[in-house]
């Protein structure tokens, strides 16, 4: 008997088995390619939301968590994930930059927000009002994290790829059993396929598709990540990745000629050179009504766990999810009630 099955691939469920493998206990990864939200992501880390200048509860804990977290993935799997980068949000009138200090004085923003307007030489994108720089941010290369981490989970024959079959899963009284395995427990972790779960797919995860495209553009030369309608975040070689949208009806990961337009519209705004655009993404971010996340065990089936819901911010909130999930399962530790999914009937 292993100690746990996880059912996905991605952000989540790549945070489980690494906290697993901190623990010591035994595990198989079974996932197909049919969700995409980790390798379409941005990646990008920043405890500050922007539009409202504040800080999600917690998220100054979830930060220091996570980035030990990845920089010993880095470590053990000699890969490069982490890329620690400002974000600069761009001013569009005085009444912002005022708005800025006034954030950047409160006690909780203030280790995040400098009290200073930057003027940049960027000449490919004008800032009459300049830019204020959040600290502490950055992106994961989430594309090279899922290859590397696929990579090692294959050599020590603990990935399957291929699709669940929920009729398949057997539930005793102490265990769980799956065609030939047995495990003390299993997780699922299927992002937006959550809906194919017949053990969870009564709960509210109502998804928010979200489309991103790569851009090359040699005359821009930014070292940030600059905030100003749409993201623009610099990964080398010119490459930019643009984004991102938020649409809630639409529920394919197809990207779309209205969102194309969007993005185009808003970037011709902020820059002034040519660019190329190399690909045009599109995924379903694992959202919930109340923006947090979901996570705990069934309500009858005490074998059955869920780490979900990690929305808009699956590389922040994923690996302090996972110890949550982890402690509460092994520990009997309370999940807090805001991400708990027992919060809703289902
Ligand atoms: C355009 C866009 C930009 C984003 N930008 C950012 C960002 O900058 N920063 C950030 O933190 N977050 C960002 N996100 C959000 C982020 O992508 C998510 O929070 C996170 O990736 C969710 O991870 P997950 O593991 O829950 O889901 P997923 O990445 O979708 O992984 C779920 C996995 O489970 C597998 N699976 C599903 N059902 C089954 C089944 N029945 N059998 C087997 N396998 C199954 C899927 O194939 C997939 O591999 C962005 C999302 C989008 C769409």
């Known amino acids: 008997m292993i100690d746990y099955i996880i059912v996905g691939a991605?952000?989540?469920?790549?945070?489980?088995?690494?906290?697993?493998?901190?623990?010591?206990?035994?595990?198989?990864?079974?996932?197909d390619v049919s969700h995409n939200s980790?390798?379409?992501?941005?990646?990008?880390?920043?405890p500050v939301i922007l539009k409202r200048f504040s800080l999600p509860a917690d998220a100054a804990l979830h930060l220091e968590y996570m980035g030990p977290f990845y920089k010993r993935i880095e470590d053990r799997?000699?890969?490069?994930?982490?890329?620690?980068?400002?974000?600069?949000?761009?001013?569009?009138s005085i009444e912002e930059q005022n708005d800025w200090f006034t954030a950047a004085d409160k006690p909780l923003l203030t280790p995040f927000l400098r009290p200073k307007v930057h003027h940049p030489n960027y000449s490919c994108l004008p800032s009459p009002y300049g830019f204020g720089e959040v600290t502490h941010t950055g992106y994961i290369d989430t594309v090279a994290y899922l290859e590397a981490y696929a990579d090692y989970l294959i050599k020590e024959d603990k990935l399957i790829q291929e699709p669940f079959?929920?009729?398949?899963?057997?539930?005793?009284?102490?265990?769980?059993?799956?065609?030939?395995?047995?495990?003390?427990?299993?997780?699922?972790?299927?992002?937006?396929?959550?809906?194919a779960n017949p053990y969870f797919n009564r709960l509210p995860l109502d998804g928010t598709k979200g489309e991103l495209l790569v851009m090359k553009a040699p005359e821009l030369k930014l070292d940030v990540i600059v905030n100003g309608g749409v993201f623009i975040l610099p990964t080398g070689n010119d490459l930019y990745?643009?984004?991102?949208?938020?649409?809630?009806?639409?529920?394919?990961?197809?990207?779309?000629v209205d969102g194309l337009n969007?993005?185009?519209?808003?970037?011709?705004?902020?820059?002034?050179?040519?660019?190329e655009i190399i690909s045009h993404l599109a995924g379903i971010r694992?959202?919930?009504?109340?923006?947090?996340?979901?996570i705990g065990t069934h309500p009858e089936y005490k074998k059955i766990h869920l780490l979900n819901g990690l929305g808009t911010r699956g590389v922040m909130l994923g690996p302090y999810m996972a110890k949550a999930l982890f402690e509460s399962i092994e520990h009997g530790k309370p999940i807090e009630r805001s991400v708990d999914l027992r919060r809703?009937?289902?």
Not at 286 to 294: G, I, N, S, V, Y
């Open 10 to 31: 991605g952000l989540a469920g790549f945070s489980f088995a690494e906290t697993l493998f901190l623990e010591g206990k035994s595990f198989v990864v079974i996932s």
């Open 38 to 46: 980790t390798l379409v992501a941005a990646g990008i880390y920043n």
């Open 77 to 92: 799997l000699r890969v490069k994930i982490d890329y620690k980068l400002p974000v600069y949000r761009r001013f569009s």
């Open 165 to 195: 079959d929920y009729s398949g899963l057997h539930v005793s009284e102490g265990y769980v059993s799956y065609k030939d395995m047995t495990a003390k427990h299993i997780v699922f972790a299927e992002g937006f396929g959550i809906h």
């Open 241 to 256: 990745k643009v984004g991102a949208t938020y649409e809630w009806y639409d529920k394919t990961a197809v990207p779309t």
């Open 262 to 275: 969007e993005l185009v519209g808003k970037l011709n705004e902020l820059i002034t050179c040519d660019y």
């Open 286 to 294: 694992p959202t919930t009504k109340d923006r947090k996340c979901l």
């Open 344 to 346: 809703f009937k289902f």
